[in-house]
């Protein structure tokens, strides 16, 4: 069965930072894509940034680009999330998310995790 | 980047009735040389993860009920839900993944019972 598990959210201050993570379990991690997505209080979902199965692809929204970096440890079947400078708008629930092309691209989520909050604010 | 738009907003169907949800990206997303359309729509229940229902606009995933379909091509899109059951309210979104590794959704699309 696959597992993804999120931790790491919390309260944090504006301009600080915070680390998310994703333990995966009951896939061959390495072999996959995976993705954060967010979704901020009484809105949609935003892709927030995706790593291919190798590290060789490597994207961002917009809205984190330069501010979140993603990567990955396949020994580890772990995916995480570098937030820094963060803002009140990046207050959300953020859901780790499998890929579900083997060894492929960035594409789309068959598998995803209950998800973590991160709130911003003073 | 593509934007995803959807229609409508929210809609109220009576159980056993049909409720359908379109869904029309700002550029094609269907690359020729495979004649795939690079779309997929999920359901997201309160409290719940989002759920994959159809990839490659039509393919239903795995387990999804059949009630459940998708189509289109290019710029638009449509899912249809047959006959909706009470365990079919949610929020429906479509998501491109044509331009990666810019990823995006539509809006979404709140579905009530009448």
């Known amino acids: 069965e696959v597992q993804l598990v999120e931790s790491g959210g919390g309260l944090v201050q504006p301009g600080r930072s915070l680390r998310l993570s994703c333990a995966a379990s009951?896939?061959?991690?390495?072999?996959?894509?995976m993705h954060w997505v967010r979704q901020s209080p009484g809105k949609g979902l935003e892709w927030v940034s995706g790593i291919t199965w190798n590290s060789g692809s490597i994207a961002y929204a917009d809205s984190v680009k330069g501010r979140f970096t993603i990567s990955r440890d396949n020994a580890k079947n772990s995916l995480y999330l570098q937030m820094n400078s963060l803002r009140t708008e990046d207050t959300a629930l953020y859901y780790c998310?499998?890929?579900?092309?083997?060894?492929?691209?960035?594409?789309?989520?068959?598998?995803w995790g209950q998800g973590t909050l991160v709130t911003v604010s003073s | 980047d593509i934007v995803m738009t959807q229609s409508p907003d929210s809609l109220a169907v009576s159980l056993g009735e049909r409720a359908t949800i379109n869904c029309r990206s700002s550029?094609?997303?269907?690359?020729?040389?495979?004649?795939?359309?690079?779309l997929a729509w999920y359901q997201h229940k309160p409290g719940q993860p989002p759920k994959l229902l159809i990839y490659w606009a039509s393919t239903r995933e795995s387990g999804v009920p059949d009630r459940f379909s998708g189509s289109g091509s290019g710029t638009d899109f449509t899912l249809t839900i047959s006959s909706l059951q009470a365990e079919d309210v949610a929020v429906y979104y479509c998501q491109q993944f044509y331009t990666t590794p810019q990823i995006t959704f539509g809006p979404g699309t709140k579905v009530d019972i009448k």
């Open positions: 009951g896939f061959t991690f390495v072999d996959y894509a």
């Open positions: 550029q094609s997303v269907l690359y020729s040389s495979n004649n795939r359309n690079y």
């Open positions: 998310a499998k890929d579900n092309i083997l060894r492929g691209g960035l594409a789309y989520f068959d598998y």
